[in-house]
């Protein structure tokens, strides 16, 4: 069991950038997942989640990224995006994605079972 983060890299400000997260060993789908980012001298964050436990799609997106960032599902290829458009410097941050049976769009680290080991995103003014 296991999830696979990448798509992170160095870009100036206002490019945009994709993040994956591959599952192997388990599927996707049957889970909530979410991103989490952690910048320098900060906690970790939630900043977007994705649920279909209720038998709809569900989002939910920081407030420092909506509008900005999209989350979507692709479950032929077992994966979670984060699509991140108009980037600045302060989204500059190592992102996690983490999956788990959380309930709807749970924000808490410590609800989510599997994590991603992490891809660093740095954002240039």
């Known amino acids: 069991v296991q999830l696979q983060a990448s798509g992170g890299g160095l870009v100036q400000a206002g490019e945009s950038l994709r993040l994956s997260c591959q599952a192997s060993?388990?599927?996707?789908?049957?889970?909530?997942v979410a991103w989490f980012r952690r910048a320098p001298g900060k906690e970790r964050e939630a900043i977007s989640c994705t649920d279909d436990s209720d038998g709809y799609s569900q989002y939910f997106y920081a407030d420092s990224v909506k509008g900005r960032f999209t989350i979507s599902r692709d479950g032929a290829k077992n994966t979670v995006y984060l699509q991140m458009n108009s980037l600045k410097p302060e989204d500059t941050a190592v992102y996690y994605c983490a999956a788990g049976n959380t309930g709807p769009l749970n924000q808490k680290p410590y609800k989510y079972d599997y994590w991603g080991q992490g891809t660093l995103v740095t954002v240039s003014s």
């Open positions: 060993g388990f599927t996707l789908g049957d889970y909530a």
